[in-house]
């Protein structure tokens, strides 16, 4: 079986992403990964989507609602366009090679690079001596995910590029350490006009699922009311909007509304900017609003129908780690010969 995996440095395409069950999906993981996601699927190029549970456990998530995220998270991608028959769609810790190859790239990767990741930052905070082993170590993890399978290509929201390059780094080492081209070095995908959706509240920060403000971001399941009303009360400044690109620096609020209505309605900033130009925000948001609820609404419609069958929704995710398992295993079983483990 090992013959089968590639060992040279050109990689046959393969797409590889995924989306934690950490809470409600929400409108910069559809338009910063999932809708981008589905795209790619067309390409015709092969791809991988995962819940990353054991990602999402490095902070405490309650047992209960984590299975109910989780199942939510495989309606949520299946309801975005993501088809299982084409896309390999799949749970993490079904898929035990993530976890094994992980542990070998905690032993390739540095302490001082894992303490210059931002999100370890802002995750853990000022309590860092309280936060969790598996939070430090989530860039080692998100790099074994993305390498079990090879993948050259790895389309990802604007907050993950520092872990991409993280991901690069730990190949490189590795492949350098034990004389082998084994890994790919991956390339990040990072395009269209929502790669960091901020907050509501906070045009400083990007929009989060562990942000404990429901009003900081649209949920994929809101309701048309209350997503017309997140909008009309998400923070903007006093000026109107300005017809060209340039006139939205410095107004993070501003740009933010702007790139949302840009990315939902698949065009460009300036694009918008000719259309609402002169506009204020009051008129601005109730056209926002529609156009949100005109292409976010079929999605939530079809993430609840689907709920009502979480057993096809598990068997979804048996299949998709059954796939998942046939291209991980023999990449893992070459890792570990060329370690140098017995038995591999
Ligand atoms: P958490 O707060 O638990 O970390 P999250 O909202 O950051 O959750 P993740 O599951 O960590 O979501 O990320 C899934 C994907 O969504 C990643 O590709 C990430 O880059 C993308 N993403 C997350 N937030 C945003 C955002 N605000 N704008 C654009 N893309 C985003
Ligand atoms: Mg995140």
Redesign the pocket.
Request: charged fraction near 20%; glycine fraction near 16%; aromatic fraction near 0%.
């Given at each position: 079986m090992t013959e089968a995996v590639q060992t040279s440095s050109s990689f046959t395409p393969r797409v590889f992403?995924?989306?934690?069950p950490?809470?409600d999906l929400?409108l910069?993981?559809y338009?910063?990964?999932m809708k981008r996601f589905v795209d790619m699927q067309e390409t015709g190029i092969e791809t991988v989507y995962c819940m990353?549970d054991m990602h999402?456990i490095t902070v405490w998530q309650d047992p209960e609602k984590l299975r109910h995220a989780t199942r939510e998270l495989c309606a949520g991608f299946i309801a975005a366009g993501i088809d299982p028959a084409k896309s390999i769609l799949f749970n993490q810790s079904q898929v035990p090679e993530h976890a094994q190859l992980a542990w070998i790239f905690n032993c390739v990767a540095r302490m001082g690079w894992m303490q210059r990741m931002t999100q370890w930052k802002d995750k853990a905070g000022k309590n860092a001596q309280n936060a969790s082993l598996g939070l430090f170590a989530y860039p080692a993890l998100m790099a074994a995910d993305i390498l079990i399978y090879h993948a050259t290509h790895v389309?990802?929201?604007?907050?993950?590029k520092q872990h991409l390059e993280l991901t690069r780094d730990i190949a490189t080492k590795f492949n350098h350490d034990y004389g082998v081209d084994f890994f790919p070095i991956t390339e990040p995908v990072i395009e269209g006009a929502?790669?960091?959706?901020?907050s509501f509240r906070d045009g400083s920060k990007?929009?989060?699922?562990?942000?404990p403000s429901d009003a900081s971001r649209i949920n994929m399941t809101d309701d048309a009311d209350t997503i017309a009303k997140k909008i009309r009360k998400a923070k903007t400044d006093p000026e109107g909007l300005p017809s060209e690109a340039e006139g939205l620096e410095g107004r993070p609020e501003a740009r933010n509304l702007v790139n949302i209505y840009a990315a939902l309605a698949d065009t460009s900033v300036d694009a918008v900017l000719k259309d609402v130009g002169g506009k204020q925000f009051s008129e601005f948001k109730p056209i926002l609003s529609e156009l949100a609820v005109e292409k976010l609404a079929p999605i939530s419609g079809e993430m609840a129908r689907l709920m009502q069958d979480t057993s096809e929704i598990d068997k979804i995710l048996d299949h998709g780690a059954e796939r998942a398992r046939a291209i991980a295993s023999p990449i893992l079983k070459k890792t570990y010969e060329i370690v140098g483990m017995v038995g591999a």
């Open positions: 992403s995924g989306i934690q950490s809470g929400h910069g993981n338009l910063g990964a990353v999402a389309p990802v929201g604007e907050d993950q929502a790669t960091r959706v901020m990007k929009m989060s699922k562990s942000d």
